[in-house]
């Protein structure tokens, strides 16, 4: 199960290797993972400085930078559905240039900020949809205690790479909690990418009763799925 | 390649309702990308969108990412722009308010200055009317002589159209 993920995930950024988040003694923390230096810090602060003196470049360097972690690996993880990812994605970079001025610099970066807008509006969608599980409890509750991880002037992909670590590990840990028939079907449709047909021989049942575990695996996964 | 038979396997479960089976079904039809756009069940919904959040976790889109991020940054630096403009004709409009507030009211404090109609007073000196003998004729009676001062002062007050002469 977690050999399928990371190889899921180092197909799809075959650049950067993926570090096992069970394996942390061999790997260090993750935080550590990240890259940070005096000069890149200077720069985040002269852009931000520079976006709130008015200078539209400035805005648009700083928020193309971040915003593709911020999508990537934080907002579309936990929505799912593409179309509302972006209206949050939007939502928190409008919030973002609104509240600009107010955001004072405490050595961490914008990301952090930015971040907790996101986390913020999805917990306010999430709550919208009425669809208040254990997962938005847990996802508000992290909301609240989350230590921003980054440091200012880190590198985008590396910040992509430790949030979508982040990401990876909530799917486990949820995952871990499923019977293994159930994450089996997960795994070969969703993981795997199969097509039902494969996916039901596989387990040797029928196509209709391979959508039926598929669909009370998801079930149970969204019980299981906290966000962070 | 033969089909396994359609008996439910009592280790996946209680054997499924037909409501549940239908609802399997329309999850299947769903994670179909074509169908993403089909009004769902809110439970439906909801277990599918847990499928997407499991589907962008493991196997992001890089074109899909790249697309919503650059349409999202547009609209926020556009944002600033209306905002930046909007902040300076707000400040405009209200130094113009001000500027005009403070014109017209400099113009109207001089204007007031030259025609300021000062009520005239309505007493009058006792010698005017009262320290007069008392004739036998109509215009000796101190009260008549009084309401003709009275009548000549507001008249010349009004016919000069301005203050009362001292």
């Known amino acids: ?228 | 390649m033969s089909q396994p038979p359609d008996d439910w396997n009592p280790e996946d479960g209680p054997p499924p309702t037909a409501d549940e089976r239908e609802d399997a079904r329309t999850l299947a039809d769903a994670l179909v990308s074509s169908a993403h756009t089909r009004a769902l069940d809110p439970d439906v919904e909801a277990v599918r969108d847990v499928a997407l959040r499991v589907r962008e976790t493991a196997h992001p889109d890089p074109d899909h990412v790249r697309g919503a991020v650059h349409t999202a940054v547009d609209d926020a630096v556009r944002q600033a722009g209306q905002r930046k403009w909007r902040t300076r004709w707000t400040l405009v409009a209200v130094s113009a308010a001000a500027a005009t507030a403070l014109g017209v009211g400099g113009a109207q404090y001089a204007w007031r200055g030259d025609v300021t109609v000062h009520r005239p007073s309505i007493s009058r000196p006792g010698s005017d009317a009262f320290d007069q003998p008392v004739g036998t004729n109509p215009g000796s009676d101190p009260i008549a002589r009084l309401t003709d001062t009275r009548m000549r002062s507001y008249r010349d007050v009004f016919l000069r159209g301005g203050r009362r002469a001292p």
Not at chain 1, 63 to 75: C, D, K, N, Q
Not at chain 1, 106 to 123: D, E
Not at chain 1, 185 to 210: D, H, I, S, W, Y
Request: neutral net charge; contains cysteine; proline residues 4%.
């Open chain 1, 1 to 228: 199960m977690r050999s399928s993920l990371v190889l899921a995930v180092a197909l799809t950024f075959p650049a950067f290797p993926v570090i096992p988040l069970w394996e942390p003694a061999k790997y260090g923390p993750a935080r550590h993972a990240v890259v940070t230096g005096d000069a890149a810090s200077a720069e985040e602060r002269a852009l931000i400085e520079a976006a709130q003196q008015g200078d539209h470049d400035a805005l648009r360097s700083l928020l193309e930078r971040l915003s593709r972690p911020l999508y990537a690996a934080v907002i579309l993880p936990r929505i799912g559905n593409r179309v509302d990812a972006e209206d949050v994605l939007r939502d928190t970079l409008s919030r973002a240039v609104e509240k600009l001025n107010t955001f004072r610099w405490t050595g961490v970066g914008f990301y952090p900020w930015l971040r907790q807008i996101a986390m913020r509006l999805i917990i306010d969608r999430a709550r919208s949809k009425a669809r208040r599980t254990r997962a938005e409890d847990e996802m508000e509750r992290q909301a609240g205690v989350l230590q921003p991880l980054h440091h200012a002037g880190a590198l985008e992909m590396l910040i992509e790479q430790q949030e979508r670590s982040v990401a990876l590990r909530m799917l486990e840990e949820a995952m871990d909690t499923l019977s293994d028939r159930y994450r089996q079907a997960v795994e070969l449709r969703l993981l795997q990418e199969r097509p039902r047909e494969e996916c039901a021989t596989e387990m040797g049942v029928t196509v209709n009763n391979f959508d039926v575990i598929l669909h009370r695996a998801l079930a149970a996964l969204r019980k299981a799925y906290g966000v962070r």
